[in-house]
């Protein structure tokens, strides 16, 4: 029997807050003190450094990834009578992004392979009304920038990047954040920079969407209580920046720990792949931030996804699925139009992936835990089928 300390859940933020403690309570110290909580220095500090680690000028911090993405939308002049492409096999917060903005959600299939928005499958959807793309940097791997760019070049479509699982990534010489007109991030607290609470930005190279951004998060103020545009209440709190700021300096060496973690699950994992259980594909190689590492359980295995999460749960070892219903199929949005079979890739994901235990802080002997678990349950499932 497993006792608790033994059981590996699929995120662990202790190890992170541990490990910085000390700073953490210093910080929230200070601001208690200084009491800027609204739009205060600590905000902008974070909004200046955070951008530009992401390669440009502007950061506009807001209340949530969900908001970076319907005001970033709304800020790049994205709305009614717009068509708006995004893939499905998204969190749902990219289409609750569009909706708010005002605009058309029109969805996509992915690649199977990657779980990244399939670009050729975009380009049958174009229409006289589609202004924009938004790809997701999903699982922390970004999009092929260079075809993304070549992609809106052709048909003349701003590109708008949902960056909430891509803090830093790379590919091709692209920062996440960098390659569209602008990009939203999420501060949630387990995306690989988080808050002690919600937190989103929008990044941009645009002066004037940072301009209508500063505006739209702050009752669509121009100054003060002169409000020029219907905007909303959504900034980042200065206490969150704050917090931010102190985690920010950690952030590469969190996320090349997850890297080195993929590294290893890939490596173990590789015998598995004769079960029909592989590891979703990296072509960024070490631009890639793993906020989630995700395995695909193919149709034709031995072991189904649902008995191999039940094992794994019952050997005190936690997964995830990221996600088990595609966006067209979600009951909240089937007045989209879409049906089952619309996007096949991503509807078999949704039945086939499994994330598997991913965190900063993951030792080496866990990892191997988990592969190992792992192969217990192939191997004795295998033995049932032959014992019939
Ligand atoms: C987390 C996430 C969001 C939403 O961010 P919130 O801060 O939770 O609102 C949007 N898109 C993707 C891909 C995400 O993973």
């Known amino acids: 029997m497993n006792s608790n300390s033994d059981k590996i859940p699929l995120v662990n933020l202790n190890l992170q807050h541990q490990q910085i ?130 992609f809106a070049h052709t048909y003349k479509l701003l590109i708008f990047e949902d960056a909430a699982q891509a803090h830093l990534a790379t590919r091709e010489g692209y920062h996440a954040g960098s390659v569209g007109i602008a990009a939203a991030f999420s501060f949630y607290p387990s995306k690989n920079l988080g808050a002690l609470g919600d937190g989103g930005m929008v990044v941009t190279k645009d002066a004037d969407v940072a301009q ?28 969150q920046a704050a917090v931010l700021l102190e985690k920010l300096p950690y952030l590469s060496q969190w996320n090349s720990h997850r890297y080195q973690i993929a590294q290893q699950y890939n490596l173990e994992l590789s015998s598995l792949g004769l079960s029909g259980i592989t590891p979703m594909q990296n072509h960024s190689e070490s631009g890639h931030v793993y906020h989630l590492y995700v395995v695909r359980i193919a149709g034709n295995s031995s072991i189904q996804r649902s008995y191999l999460q039940e094992q794994m749960t019952a050997a005190g070892i936690q997964t995830g699925i990221h996600y088990p219903i595609p966006c067209h199929l979600q009951p909240a949005f089937l007045n989209l139009g879409y049906q089952a079979g619309d996007f096949p890739h991503a509807e078999q994901l949704s039945e086939q992936i499994l994330s598997l235990p991913m965190y900063p802080g993951l030792t080496h002997s866990q990892v191997k835990k988990v592969v190992t678990a792992m192969m217990q349950i192939v191997s004795q499932q295998k033995q049932k089928f032959l014992h019939i």
């Open 212 to 239: 209508k951004m500063l505006r739209l998060r702050n009752y669509g103020a121009s100054s003060k209580y002169c409000h020029t545009e219907p905007g909303t209440n959504s900034r980042l709190d200065t206490l």
């Open 21 to 150: 403690q000390a700073q953490l309570q210093q910080v929230i110290q200070t601001v208690l003190q200084t009491g800027d909580f609204i739009l205060g220095a600590k905000l902008k500090e974070f909004e200046t450094i955070f951008a530009n680690i992401c390669g440009v000028e502007y950061g506009i911090g807001v209340a949530s990834g969900t908001d970076a993405i319907a005001l970033g939308l709304q800020a790049c002049n994205i709305g009614s009578g717009d068509e708006v492409i995004l893939p499905a096999n998204t969190f749902v917060a990219t289409l609750i992004g569009v909706l708010r903005a005002g605009a058309k959600p029109v969805l996509v299939d992915c690649e199977p392979e990657t779980a990244l928005i399939d670009l050729a499958a975009a380009a049958r959807v174009i229409t006289p009304n589609t202004k924009a793309i938004i790809p997701v940097h999903l699982y922390g791997q970004m999009v092929s920038p260079t075809k993304l760019l070549d």
